[in-house]
Protein backbone atom coordinates (compact mmCIF):
# COMPACT_ATOMS: atom_id res chain seq x y z
CA UNK A 1 0.00 0.00 0.00
CA UNK A 2 1.21 3.88 -0.54
CA UNK A 3 2.98 4.60 2.44
CA UNK A 4 3.58 8.49 3.17
CA UNK A 5 7.08 9.74 2.72
CA UNK A 6 7.93 13.25 3.80
CA UNK A 7 10.51 13.56 1.15
CA UNK A 8 11.54 13.53 -2.63
CA UNK A 9 14.70 13.95 -4.55
CA UNK A 10 14.20 16.12 -7.09
CA UNK A 11 17.32 16.14 -8.36
CA UNK A 12 19.63 19.19 -9.98
CA UNK A 13 23.18 19.88 -9.73
CA UNK A 14 24.94 23.23 -8.60
CA UNK A 15 28.71 24.53 -8.90
CA UNK A 16 30.40 27.79 -8.20
CA UNK A 17 33.78 29.06 -8.74
CA UNK A 18 35.14 32.16 -7.04
CA UNK A 19 38.02 33.97 -8.48
CA UNK A 20 40.40 37.15 -7.65
CA UNK A 21 37.62 39.72 -8.08
CA UNK A 22 34.38 37.48 -9.44
CA UNK A 23 32.36 34.43 -8.41
CA UNK A 24 30.39 32.18 -11.49
CA UNK A 25 27.11 30.27 -9.74
CA UNK A 26 25.80 27.94 -11.80
CA UNK A 27 22.68 24.97 -11.85
CA UNK A 28 20.97 23.22 -14.28
CA UNK A 29 17.11 23.84 -14.80
CA UNK A 30 15.88 20.22 -14.99
CA UNK A 31 13.88 19.36 -12.30
CA UNK A 32 12.41 15.62 -12.05
CA UNK A 33 10.67 13.06 -9.70
CA UNK A 34 12.10 9.42 -9.72
CA UNK A 35 12.59 8.34 -13.87
CA UNK A 36 10.26 11.52 -14.58
CA UNK A 37 10.88 15.03 -15.45
CA UNK A 38 8.60 17.20 -13.57
CA UNK A 39 9.99 20.89 -15.77
CA UNK A 40 12.54 21.45 -18.00
CA UNK A 41 12.58 25.00 -17.08
CA UNK A 42 12.62 25.75 -13.07
CA UNK A 43 15.92 27.89 -11.39
CA UNK A 44 17.84 26.82 -8.55
CA UNK A 45 18.96 29.82 -8.02
CA UNK A 46 18.44 32.23 -5.94
CA UNK A 47 19.53 35.84 -5.01
CA UNK A 48 19.91 36.53 -1.19
CA UNK A 49 21.59 39.91 -1.52
CA UNK A 50 23.16 42.19 -3.94
CA UNK A 51 26.71 39.82 -3.91
CA UNK A 52 25.60 36.61 -2.74
CA UNK A 53 23.74 34.07 -4.59
CA UNK A 54 22.33 30.71 -3.30
CA UNK A 55 22.33 27.44 -5.58
CA UNK A 56 20.05 24.50 -4.13
CA UNK A 57 19.61 20.77 -5.14
CA UNK A 58 17.70 18.47 -3.51
CA UNK A 59 13.98 18.37 -2.53
CA UNK A 60 12.45 21.09 -3.98
CA UNK A 61 9.73 22.17 -1.39
CA UNK A 62 12.37 21.86 1.28
CA UNK A 63 14.48 24.12 -0.85
CA UNK A 64 12.02 26.90 -1.31
CA UNK A 65 11.22 26.98 2.25
CA UNK A 66 14.73 27.36 2.78
CA UNK A 67 15.22 30.37 0.41
CA UNK A 68 12.11 32.00 1.97
CA UNK A 69 13.19 31.71 5.34
CA UNK A 70 16.76 33.12 4.39
CA UNK A 71 15.17 35.96 2.14
CA UNK A 72 13.04 36.93 5.65
CA UNK A 73 16.23 36.45 7.77
CA UNK A 74 17.72 39.33 5.38
CA UNK A 75 14.86 41.61 5.28
CA UNK A 76 15.44 41.43 8.87
CA UNK A 77 18.92 42.53 8.70
CA UNK A 78 18.52 45.61 6.29
CA UNK A 79 16.31 46.84 8.81
CA UNK A 80 18.33 46.48 11.32
CA UNK A 81 21.49 47.54 9.92
CA UNK A 82 20.39 49.57 6.70
CA UNK A 83 22.78 47.17 4.78
CA UNK A 84 23.44 43.97 2.78
CA UNK A 85 24.34 40.67 4.11
CA UNK A 86 28.28 40.26 3.48
CA UNK A 87 28.62 36.79 1.83
CA UNK A 88 30.38 35.16 4.71
CA UNK A 89 27.78 36.34 7.25
CA UNK A 90 24.76 34.99 5.16
CA UNK A 91 27.10 31.46 5.00
CA UNK A 92 26.82 31.55 8.77
CA UNK A 93 23.04 31.92 8.58
CA UNK A 94 22.81 29.27 6.01
CA UNK A 95 24.40 27.08 8.43
CA UNK A 96 22.80 27.74 11.46
CA UNK A 97 19.15 27.73 9.26
CA UNK A 98 20.14 24.27 8.25
CA UNK A 99 21.36 23.17 11.79
CA UNK A 100 18.26 24.04 13.38
CA UNK A 101 16.64 21.34 11.77
CA UNK A 102 18.73 18.78 12.13
CA UNK A 103 16.34 16.31 13.22
CA UNK A 104 13.98 16.78 10.38
CA UNK A 105 16.36 18.07 8.10
CA UNK A 106 16.14 20.20 4.91
CA UNK A 107 17.12 17.96 2.49
CA UNK A 108 18.59 20.83 0.23
CA UNK A 109 22.67 20.06 -1.22
CA UNK A 110 23.72 23.95 -1.47
CA UNK A 111 26.81 26.09 -2.52
CA UNK A 112 26.48 29.80 -1.58
CA UNK A 113 28.31 32.22 -3.68
CA UNK A 114 29.43 35.79 -4.07
CA UNK A 115 31.88 38.53 -3.19
CA UNK A 116 33.20 39.05 0.14
CA UNK A 117 33.51 42.74 2.03
CA UNK A 118 36.63 43.25 0.00
CA UNK A 119 35.20 42.36 -3.77
CA UNK A 120 37.04 38.43 -3.59
CA UNK A 121 35.13 35.84 -4.80
CA UNK A 122 33.62 33.59 -1.77
CA UNK A 123 32.47 29.80 -2.65
CA UNK A 124 30.80 28.58 0.86
CA UNK A 125 29.87 24.53 0.25
CA UNK A 126 27.07 22.78 2.56
CA UNK A 127 25.71 19.39 3.56
CA UNK A 128 21.94 18.85 4.36
CA UNK A 129 22.49 19.55 8.19
CA UNK A 130 24.49 22.42 8.37
CA UNK A 131 28.54 21.87 8.14
CA UNK A 132 30.39 24.23 6.05
CA UNK A 133 33.44 25.34 4.67
CA UNK A 134 34.86 28.23 2.39
CA UNK A 135 36.37 26.99 -0.43
CA UNK A 136 37.39 28.32 -3.97
CA UNK A 137 35.32 26.43 -5.86
CA UNK A 138 32.49 23.62 -5.52
CA UNK A 139 29.50 21.56 -6.88
CA UNK A 140 26.89 19.86 -5.21
CA UNK A 141 23.73 17.86 -6.02
CA UNK A 142 23.46 14.50 -8.00
CA UNK A 143 25.72 15.80 -10.92
CA UNK A 144 28.19 16.69 -7.82
CA UNK A 145 30.77 13.38 -8.51
CA UNK A 146 30.95 14.05 -11.78
CA UNK A 147 31.68 17.32 -12.02
CA UNK A 148 33.74 17.58 -8.06
CA UNK A 149 36.88 15.51 -9.90
CA UNK A 150 36.76 17.72 -12.61
CA UNK A 151 37.18 20.75 -10.87
CA UNK A 152 39.62 19.47 -9.08
CA UNK A 153 41.87 18.25 -12.01
CA UNK A 154 41.38 21.55 -13.73
CA UNK A 155 41.80 24.25 -10.60
CA UNK A 156 43.76 22.36 -8.03
CA UNK A 157 43.15 24.74 -4.95
CA UNK A 158 46.08 25.04 -2.48
CA UNK A 159 45.65 22.66 0.83
CA UNK A 160 44.33 24.17 3.69
CA UNK A 161 46.74 22.75 5.91
CA UNK A 162 49.57 25.22 4.37
CA UNK A 163 50.65 27.69 6.79
CA UNK A 164 50.53 31.17 6.42
CA UNK A 165 47.23 29.94 5.22
CA UNK A 166 46.32 30.45 0.77
CA UNK A 167 43.51 32.19 -0.77
CA UNK A 168 41.67 29.51 -1.80
CA UNK A 169 40.59 31.27 -5.14
CA UNK A 170 41.32 30.34 -8.32
CA UNK A 171 43.62 31.82 -10.72
CA UNK A 172 41.33 31.67 -13.73
CA UNK A 173 39.93 34.72 -15.64
CA UNK A 174 36.36 35.10 -15.55
CA UNK A 175 35.73 33.99 -19.15
CA UNK A 176 38.08 31.22 -18.76
CA UNK A 177 35.93 29.72 -15.76
CA UNK A 178 33.09 30.37 -17.19
CA UNK A 179 33.71 28.24 -20.13
CA UNK A 180 34.64 25.45 -17.40
CA UNK A 181 30.98 25.80 -16.12
CA UNK A 182 29.67 24.77 -19.30
CA UNK A 183 31.72 22.47 -19.99
CA UNK A 184 31.54 20.47 -16.75
CA UNK A 185 27.56 20.69 -16.96
CA UNK A 186 28.00 19.46 -20.79
CA UNK A 187 29.41 16.67 -19.44
CA UNK A 188 27.78 15.57 -16.36
CA UNK A 189 24.01 16.04 -18.55
CA UNK A 190 26.00 13.11 -20.32
CA UNK A 191 25.44 10.65 -17.59
CA UNK A 192 23.95 12.01 -14.88
CA UNK A 193 19.52 11.45 -15.71
CA UNK A 194 19.05 14.38 -13.23
CA UNK A 195 20.95 16.59 -14.77
CA UNK A 196 20.23 18.74 -18.28
CA UNK A 197 17.91 20.64 -20.23
CA UNK A 198 19.36 23.82 -19.75
CA UNK A 199 22.45 25.26 -17.58
CA UNK A 200 22.12 28.74 -15.75
CA UNK A 201 25.35 31.03 -15.09
CA UNK A 202 25.58 34.11 -13.04
CA UNK A 203 28.46 36.14 -12.91
CA UNK A 204 28.66 38.62 -9.94
CA UNK A 205 31.79 41.14 -10.38
CA UNK A 206 31.98 44.47 -9.39
CA UNK A 207 29.98 45.90 -11.99
CA UNK A 208 27.02 43.64 -10.29
CA UNK A 209 25.57 40.73 -12.01
CA UNK A 210 25.41 39.01 -15.15
CA UNK A 211 23.26 36.05 -16.28
CA UNK A 212 23.92 33.35 -19.41
CA UNK A 213 22.32 30.03 -20.38
CA UNK A 214 23.33 27.20 -22.47
CA UNK A 215 20.88 24.42 -23.40
CA UNK A 216 21.69 20.49 -22.46
CA UNK A 217 20.52 17.19 -23.18
CA UNK A 218 17.24 17.22 -23.27
CA UNK A 219 16.94 13.20 -23.09
CA UNK B 1 4.12 1.84 29.42
CA UNK B 2 7.63 1.51 27.51
CA UNK B 3 8.75 4.52 25.24
CA UNK B 4 8.26 1.96 22.00
CA UNK B 5 4.73 1.25 23.02
CA UNK B 6 4.18 4.79 23.12
CA UNK B 7 4.51 5.49 19.85
CA UNK B 8 2.88 2.72 18.51
CA UNK B 9 -0.02 3.92 20.32
CA UNK B 10 0.02 7.09 18.91
CA UNK B 11 0.18 6.05 15.60
CA UNK B 12 -2.88 3.77 16.22
CA UNK B 13 -5.05 6.10 17.48
CA UNK B 14 -3.70 8.92 14.94
CA UNK B 15 -6.30 10.96 12.47
CA UNK B 16 -3.68 11.18 9.78
CA UNK B 17 -3.99 10.25 6.45
CA UNK B 18 -1.69 7.35 6.11
CA UNK B 19 -3.00 6.21 2.86
CA UNK B 20 -5.88 7.55 0.64
CA UNK B 21 -9.17 6.27 0.51
CA UNK B 22 -11.50 7.79 -2.50
CA UNK B 23 -8.97 9.10 -5.26
CA UNK B 24 -9.30 10.59 -8.57
CA UNK B 25 -6.83 9.90 -11.39
CA UNK B 26 -4.85 12.29 -13.37
CA UNK B 27 -5.50 16.35 -14.04
CA UNK B 28 -4.22 17.49 -16.97
CA UNK B 29 -3.86 21.65 -17.39
CA UNK B 30 -2.59 23.63 -20.55
CA UNK B 31 -2.50 27.25 -21.78
CA UNK B 32 -3.80 28.24 -25.16
CA UNK B 33 -4.48 31.55 -26.37
CA UNK B 34 -6.79 33.16 -24.33
CA UNK B 35 -6.34 31.50 -21.23
CA UNK B 36 -5.84 27.71 -19.40
CA UNK B 37 -7.72 24.80 -20.12
CA UNK B 38 -8.48 22.13 -17.86
CA UNK B 39 -9.60 18.39 -17.99
CA UNK B 40 -9.96 15.68 -15.50
CA UNK B 41 -12.55 12.72 -15.58
CA UNK B 42 -15.30 12.34 -13.01
CA UNK B 43 -14.28 8.94 -11.61
CA UNK B 44 -13.67 8.03 -7.83
CA UNK B 45 -11.69 4.84 -7.25
CA UNK B 46 -12.16 3.33 -3.95
CA UNK B 47 -8.97 1.70 -4.35
CA UNK B 48 -8.91 -0.66 -7.16
CA UNK B 49 -13.16 -0.15 -7.09
CA UNK B 50 -14.76 2.56 -9.39
CA UNK B 51 -17.39 3.96 -6.20
CA UNK B 52 -18.19 7.16 -7.94
CA UNK B 53 -18.67 8.15 -11.31
CA UNK B 54 -19.61 12.15 -10.78
CA UNK B 55 -17.19 13.66 -9.18
CA UNK B 56 -16.19 17.30 -10.08
CA UNK B 57 -12.36 17.47 -9.83
CA UNK B 58 -12.03 21.10 -11.30
CA UNK B 59 -13.48 23.79 -9.53
CA UNK B 60 -13.37 27.65 -9.78
CA UNK B 61 -11.57 29.69 -6.95
CA UNK B 62 -12.60 33.36 -6.03
CA UNK B 63 -12.69 35.56 -9.96
CA UNK B 64 -9.20 34.31 -11.23
CA UNK B 65 -8.42 30.93 -10.98
CA UNK B 66 -9.56 27.66 -11.86
CA UNK B 67 -8.24 24.33 -9.49
CA UNK B 68 -8.10 20.91 -10.06
CA UNK B 69 -7.16 17.62 -8.31
CA UNK B 70 -6.23 14.26 -8.19
CA UNK B 71 -5.66 12.31 -5.05
CA UNK B 72 -7.87 12.19 -2.48
CA UNK B 73 -11.07 13.51 -2.54
CA UNK B 74 -12.37 13.98 0.66
CA UNK B 75 -8.73 16.09 1.46
CA UNK B 76 -9.54 18.11 -2.30
CA UNK B 77 -13.12 18.97 -0.43
CA UNK B 78 -11.46 20.24 2.19
CA UNK B 79 -8.62 22.41 0.67
CA UNK B 80 -11.93 24.32 -1.44
CA UNK B 81 -12.99 24.92 2.41
CA UNK B 82 -9.93 26.29 3.57
CA UNK B 83 -9.81 28.43 -0.09
CA UNK B 84 -13.84 29.83 0.70
CA UNK B 85 -12.68 30.46 3.78
CA UNK B 86 -10.10 32.65 2.73
CA UNK B 87 -11.70 34.27 0.00
CA UNK B 88 -14.45 35.30 2.27
CA UNK B 89 -12.20 36.96 4.24
CA UNK B 90 -10.04 38.81 1.42
CA UNK B 91 -13.90 39.77 -0.05
CA UNK B 92 -14.44 41.30 3.66
CA UNK B 93 -12.30 43.97 3.07
CA UNK B 94 -14.20 45.03 0.05
CA UNK B 95 -10.87 46.99 -1.01
CA UNK B 96 -11.60 45.74 -4.87
CA UNK B 97 -8.49 43.48 -4.44
CA UNK B 98 -8.66 39.85 -5.03
CA UNK B 99 -6.77 36.90 -5.24
CA UNK B 100 -5.01 35.88 -8.57
CA UNK B 101 -3.63 32.55 -9.86
CA UNK B 102 -0.02 33.14 -8.52
CA UNK B 103 -1.38 34.15 -4.69
CA UNK B 104 -4.11 30.91 -4.54
CA UNK B 105 -1.07 28.68 -5.99
CA UNK B 106 1.20 30.22 -3.68
CA UNK B 107 -1.11 29.73 -0.26
CA UNK B 108 -1.75 26.08 -1.54
CA UNK B 109 1.84 25.64 -1.87
CA UNK B 110 2.55 26.71 1.84
CA UNK B 111 -0.55 24.65 3.01
CA UNK B 112 0.76 21.31 1.31
CA UNK B 113 4.21 22.15 2.76
CA UNK B 114 3.03 22.80 6.14
CA UNK B 115 0.76 19.60 6.48
CA UNK B 116 3.43 17.30 5.56
CA UNK B 117 5.68 18.97 8.12
CA UNK B 118 3.29 18.05 10.67
CA UNK B 119 3.46 14.64 9.17
CA UNK B 120 -0.45 14.99 8.48
CA UNK B 121 -0.78 15.26 4.40
CA UNK B 122 -3.41 16.28 2.53
CA UNK B 123 -2.83 13.39 -0.35
CA UNK B 124 -3.38 15.35 -3.39
CA UNK B 125 -1.38 16.66 -6.61
CA UNK B 126 -3.28 19.93 -7.43
CA UNK B 127 -3.28 22.13 -10.41
CA UNK B 128 -3.48 25.86 -10.65
CA UNK B 129 -4.88 27.50 -13.43
CA UNK B 130 -5.99 31.15 -13.96
CA UNK B 131 -5.54 34.75 -15.97
CA UNK B 132 -4.74 37.95 -14.13
CA UNK B 133 -4.43 41.29 -16.33
CA UNK B 134 -3.72 39.48 -19.30
CA UNK B 135 -1.10 37.25 -17.11
CA UNK B 136 -1.91 33.47 -17.88
CA UNK B 137 -0.50 31.19 -14.84
CA UNK B 138 -0.39 27.56 -14.50
CA UNK B 139 0.97 26.18 -11.94
CA UNK B 140 0.97 22.64 -10.24
CA UNK B 141 1.52 21.43 -6.41
CA UNK B 142 1.74 18.02 -5.14
CA UNK B 143 1.39 16.12 -1.61
CA UNK B 144 4.51 17.25 0.13
CA UNK B 145 4.77 20.99 -1.88
CA UNK B 146 6.48 19.93 -4.55
CA UNK B 147 5.48 23.19 -6.57
CA UNK B 148 6.63 24.81 -9.97
CA UNK B 149 4.82 26.85 -12.80
CA UNK B 150 4.71 25.73 -16.73
CA UNK B 151 3.31 25.56 -20.22
CA UNK B 152 1.49 22.46 -19.37
CA UNK B 153 1.50 20.49 -16.22
CA UNK B 154 -0.35 16.75 -15.71
CA UNK B 155 -0.59 14.88 -12.46
CA UNK B 156 -0.12 11.03 -11.63
CA UNK B 157 -0.31 8.98 -14.97
CA UNK B 158 -1.03 12.35 -16.43
CA UNK B 159 3.15 13.01 -16.25
CA UNK B 160 4.26 9.84 -18.01
CA UNK B 161 1.21 9.63 -20.72
CA UNK B 162 -0.03 13.07 -22.04
CA UNK B 163 2.72 15.25 -20.90
CA UNK B 164 5.41 13.81 -23.76
CA UNK B 165 2.39 14.22 -26.00
CA UNK B 166 2.15 17.72 -24.53
CA UNK B 167 5.79 18.47 -25.26
CA UNK B 168 5.54 17.29 -28.70
CA UNK B 169 2.52 19.38 -29.89
CA UNK B 170 1.86 22.08 -27.26
CA UNK B 171 1.74 25.58 -28.84
CA UNK B 172 1.50 29.18 -27.10
CA UNK B 173 -0.93 30.40 -29.56
CA UNK B 174 -3.19 27.31 -30.07
CA UNK B 175 -6.87 28.20 -30.58
CA UNK B 176 -9.47 27.18 -28.18
CA UNK B 177 -11.00 24.38 -30.50
CA UNK B 178 -6.97 23.02 -31.52
CA UNK B 179 -6.25 22.99 -27.47
CA UNK B 180 -9.61 20.88 -26.87
CA UNK B 181 -8.02 18.23 -29.69
CA UNK B 182 -5.05 18.13 -27.82
CA UNK B 183 -7.09 17.65 -24.08
CA UNK B 184 -9.09 14.87 -25.45
CA UNK B 185 -5.81 13.42 -27.46
CA UNK B 186 -4.48 13.08 -23.73
CA UNK B 187 -7.47 11.63 -22.13
CA UNK B 188 -8.06 9.24 -24.81
CA UNK B 189 -4.42 7.97 -24.35
CA UNK B 190 -5.06 8.30 -20.31
CA UNK B 191 -8.26 5.98 -20.97
CA UNK B 192 -7.06 3.45 -22.63
CA UNK B 193 -3.91 2.90 -20.53
CA UNK B 194 -5.01 4.27 -17.12
CA UNK B 195 -6.88 1.82 -15.58
CA UNK B 196 -8.40 3.75 -12.78
CA UNK B 197 -9.42 6.38 -15.79
CA UNK B 198 -13.75 6.20 -17.07
CA UNK B 199 -14.46 7.37 -20.24
CA UNK B 200 -16.79 10.55 -18.69
CA UNK B 201 -14.96 13.88 -18.16
CA UNK B 202 -15.39 17.76 -18.11
CA UNK B 203 -13.30 19.97 -19.51
CA UNK B 204 -12.57 23.67 -18.09
CA UNK B 205 -11.76 27.01 -19.10
CA UNK B 206 -10.99 30.10 -17.53
CA UNK B 207 -10.06 33.38 -19.28
CA UNK B 208 -9.92 36.81 -18.77
CA UNK B 209 -13.74 36.53 -18.85
CA UNK B 210 -14.54 34.14 -16.22
CA UNK B 211 -14.68 30.08 -15.94
CA UNK B 212 -16.57 27.62 -17.38
CA UNK B 213 -16.75 23.81 -16.83
CA UNK B 214 -18.08 21.94 -19.58
CA UNK B 215 -21.02 18.94 -18.89
CA UNK B 216 -19.97 15.37 -18.57
CA UNK B 217 -19.23 14.35 -21.91
CA UNK B 218 -17.55 11.03 -23.25
CA UNK B 219 -14.75 10.63 -25.73
CA UNK B 220 -15.17 7.98 -29.00
CA UNK B 221 -13.44 5.41 -28.18
CA UNK B 222 -12.09 2.70 -30.48
CA UNK B 223 -11.87 -1.06 -29.53
CA UNK B 224 -11.61 -3.26 -32.20
CA UNK B 225 -8.10 -3.89 -32.77
CA UNK B 226 -7.36 -7.46 -32.92
CA UNK B 227 -5.12 -7.43 -29.73
CA UNK B 228 -8.10 -5.90 -27.71
CA UNK B 229 -10.32 -8.73 -28.43
CA UNK B 230 -8.20 -10.92 -28.63
CA UNK B 231 -5.25 -10.54 -26.50
CA UNK B 232 -3.62 -13.81 -25.94
CA UNK B 233 -3.66 -15.17 -30.00
CA UNK B 234 -0.34 -16.61 -30.58
CA UNK B 235 1.13 -15.95 -27.47
CA UNK B 236 3.18 -19.51 -26.33
CA UNK B 237 1.14 -21.07 -23.53
CA UNK B 238 -2.58 -19.48 -24.08
CA UNK B 239 -5.27 -21.34 -25.97
Not at chain 1, 131 to 148: A, D, F, H, N, P
Not at chain 2, 112 to 124: G, H, I, S, T
Amino acid sequence: MARFSPYDNNGGTCVAIAGADYCVIAADTRMSTGYSILTRDYSKICKLADKCLLASSGFQADVRALQKVLSSRHLVYQHQHNKQMSCPAMGQLLSNTLYYKRFFPYYAFNVLGGLDSEGKGCVFTYDAVGSYERVGYSSQGSGSTLIMPVLDNQLKSPSPLLLPAKDAVTPLLENEAVDLVKDVFASAAERDIYTGDRVEIVIVNAEGIRREYIELRKD
Amino acid sequence: MTSVEGLLVCEQDSQRTLSPYVTGTSVIGIKYKDGILMTADMGGSYGSTLRYKSVERMKSIGKHSLLGASGEISDFQEILRYLDELIKYDDMWDDGNSFGPKEIHNYLTRIMYNRRNKFDPLWNSLVLGGVKNGQKYLGTVSMIGVHFEDNHVATGFGNHLARPILRDEWKEDLSYEDAVKLLEKCMRVLLYRDRSAINKLQVAKITEEGVTISQPYSLKTFWGFNAFQNPSKGAEGTW
